[in-house]
Structures are given as structure tokens and as C-alpha cells.
């Protein structure tokens, strides 16, 4: 199973940028269908923010952060990033990578159910 750790994280005013990035532990060697963005805000659920089919190189995003997040990886490296610009306090959260080795993934990117390897997440905190 692999071991995601995500670093990157921090306090930033609105308007103000970050850059998340997903570190995976070396040896692992499952395919990989899908990687993604999760964030989890106090009291509300975990919501997808981008998802990525490895597959067809497609990417989704949730509404609430497109035009503001960019997703990218470097497939060598089994590593994910997670541009986010124009933040804005809403945007508040603990944010995590996953990983799918569940083709099934490519059916809803943000399923979490898919999604068979988490990260410990990163706070980001971002005021107004």
C-alpha cells in the first residue's frame, strides 16, 4: 500500500497563493488509474477538489475552485501538485491527495470510495 504525504500547506490571506504538493513512497508499483485533491472543512463533509484520470489525461474540478486551482504530476515521479491561486477564505480546509488503483475511479473522479490510498492531510488556512 502506498504511503502519500502531502507538504505544502499553510496560512495565507485572501488572494494569496499556494502550492500543494503529494509525495509517494518509493517502492510503490500498483497502477495507478486516478490521483486527486480532497479538501475537509470543520463540520462538512469531504468534497473533491480536482481529480485525474491518469488514463485519458483528464482532469476535473469541482466549480467552486475552477480557473483558480491547477492540477499537475509528474507520472516519474508518482508525485501530484496542486496550484491554488486567488484563495479565498471559503477555500479554508484540510486538504488531501489520493491515489486509485480502482479503475472505477475514471467513472467519478470524485468518488471517494475509489479512492484506495490517503494522505494525512495539510491545513490550509486562508483569512480574509
Known amino acids: 500500500q502506498v504511503q502519500l504525504k502531502e507538504s505544502g500547506g499553510g496560512s495565507v490571506q485572501a488572494g494569496g497563493s499556494l502550492r500543494l504538493s503529494c509525495e509517494a513512497s518509493?517502492?510503490?508499483?500498483?497502477?495507478?488509474?486516478?490521483r486527486g485533491w480532497f479538501r475537509q472543512a470543520p463540520g462538512k463533509e469531504r468534497e473533491g477538489v480536482v481529480g485525474?484520470?491518469?488514463?485519458?489525461?483528464?482532469?476535473d474540478y469541482v466549480d467552486s475552485v475552477k480557473g483558480r486551482f491547477t492540477v499537475s504530476q509528474d507520472k516519474s515521479k508518482n508525485e501530484i501538485y496542486l496550484q491554488m491561486d486567488s484563495l479565498k477564505p471559503e477555500d479554508s480546509a484540510v486538504y488531501y491527495c489520493?491515489?486509485?488503483?480502482?479503475?472505477?475511479?475514471?467513472?467519478?473522479?470524485?468518488?471517494?470510495?475509489?479512492?484506495?490510498?490517503w494522505g494525512q492531510g495539510t491545513q490550509v488556512t486562508v483569512s480574509s
Open positions: 489520493a491515489y486509485s488503483t480502482d479503475y472505477s475511479c475514471s467513472y467519478d473522479l470524485f468518488a471517494r470510495r475509489w479512492y484506495t490510498d
Open positions: 518509493d517502492g510503490y508499483d500498483s497502477h495507478i488509474y486516478c
Open positions: 485525474i484520470y491518469i488514463g485519458g489525461d483528464r482532469a
